[in-house]
């Protein structure tokens, strides 16, 4: 039988942003989204929690090198998101409306290949605004 265990990583970055859809009035965006519509924007502390699932390596007795896991995530979230705007600094973001389900949806998105690569598949994501608002996006076993 082959055990699969899951590993988890956290990773914080500073970032700003606008909730805007450009195909909407300025009235309907502030309806929809209010004090987050603001032109100005406004900015949060996120923590991204992602978890990874593997098969257990019987020489190293990890699924993966954490470190390893780590890099991946600065490299393509931290590195790319911190201290910027989401709005129009982060490519992988654009065309979105940079709401929390979005932002997650599309580091998953990033993440998928590096993490293909080092023999792990993206089961969970999660990411928090603040410590009350967060989302979490799971992925089913396919």
């Known amino acids: 039988m082959m055990n699969t265990?899951?590993?988890t990583r956290t990773v914080r970055f500073s970032a700003a942003h606008r909730l805007h859809n450009p195909d909407w009035s300025d009235e309907?965006?502030?309806a929809v989204y209010g004090r987050c519509?603001?032109?100005g924007g406004h900015g949060h502390n996120y923590a991204l929690?992602?978890?990874v699932t593997g098969p257990l390596d019987p020489e190293s007795g990890m699924v993966l090198n954490v470190t390893d896991l780590r890099d991946v995530l600065r490299a393509e979230v931290v590195?790319?998101?911190d201290h910027r705007?989401?709005?129009t600094d982060v490519p992988y973001l654009a065309g979105a409306v940079t709401t929390m389900e979005n932002i997650a949806m599309r580091i998953a998105e990033q993440l998928a290949e590096p993490l293909k690569r080092m023999g792990v598949r993206l089961s969970r994501l999660e990411l928090a605004e603040s410590d009350r608002n967060s989302v979490t996006l799971?992925?089913?076993?396919?």
């Open 5 to 7: 265990f899951s590993v």
């Open 28 to 30: 309907r965006n502030r």
């Open 37 to 39: 519509a603001n032109p």
């Open 49 to 51: 929690r992602v978890t």
């Open 79 to 81: 590195e790319r998101m």
């Open 85 to 87: 705007n989401l709005n």
């Open 138 to 142: 799971e992925f089913k076993d396919s």
